[in-house]
């Protein structure tokens, strides 16, 4: 069963503007991972925030986690074509359990 | 570059045909996944394994579907026999999971599988 859920379905903005795409999930968690995929090609992973953890930077990307309202955010700023792409969030389903699960992502597009 | 090899990248076959998929995991990761991508089931988690050893396949169909690991670079995936609704694309991944905490995922390009 899925343990995130990503909202928005699907987001279209303009290359410059920035992009955000939030992730519930439902029970309590260790770590929380963003994915990207292109169109016909398999996830890449982005980057993992710890439970103990707040916020977290990469590059463009910038993710938060809420373990209070079981929530995550990824906002990638200054958005450009190349970001086009399905973006999923991951949990373990159960604490415990050693796989991640993934929502049913959000669809970024990002027009020149 | 390290990455995750998955054969074939498509496939074809005819209902009631055997298919095999195989995957060869980065080394060194010690977790071995397989994941099934469709449209109206987004991405499903069917079995994993840990140091070879299957860890959990309640996501399968078992009466169909069968997992193993004969050594350390080569998973494979089999449905026997396959069924049109098993048409979808079939990722692998491997990382390194310690004790209850997985780590990042590397994933395969998939094997996008039709049955007609």
């Known amino acids: 069963s899925q343990q995130g859920e990503e909202d928005p379905q699907a987001l279209s903005i303009q290359e410059g503007e920035n992009a955000t795409m939030n992730c519930s999930y439902k029970t309590s968690i260790n770590n929380l991972q963003w994915y990207r995929q292109n169109s016909g090609r398999g996830l890449v992973h982005l980057i993992l925030i710890r439970s103990n953890e707040r916020e977290k930077h990469s590059g463009r990307l910038r993710v938060t986690l809420d373990t209070s309202k079981k929530s995550s955010s990824l906002l990638i700023t200054a958005s450009r074509a190349a970001d086009t792409a399905s973006y999923f969030c991951a949990t373990p389903p159960d604490t415990g359990r050693r796989a991640l699960t993934f929502g049913s992502g959000t669809r970024l597009q990002v027009q020149p | 570059d390290a990455r995750v090899t998955q054969t074939p990248r498509h496939k074809v076959t005819e209902m009631g045909q055997e298919v095999t998929m195989r995957c060869q995991p980065i080394?060194?990761?010690?977790?071995v996944f397989w994941y099934r991508q469709t449209m109206m089931q987004g991405l499903e988690l069917l079995a994993y394994?840990?140091?070879?050893?299957?860890?959990?396949d309640s996501g399968m169909p078992k009466d169909r579907f069968s997992a193993e690991m004969p050594d350390a670079t080569l998973a494979t995936l089999k449905i026997q026999p396959s069924e049109p609704r098993d048409s979808a694309v079939y990722f692998c991944?491997?990382?390194?999971?310690?004790?209850?905490?997985?780590?990042?995922?590397?994933f395969g390009q998939g094997t996008r599988l039709t049955v007609v």
């Open positions: 991944a491997s990382g390194l999971v310690l004790d209850t905490f997985p780590g990042e995922a590397f």
């Open positions: 394994f840990r140091n070879r050893a299957p860890l959990d």
């Open positions: 080394l060194g990761h010690n977790t």
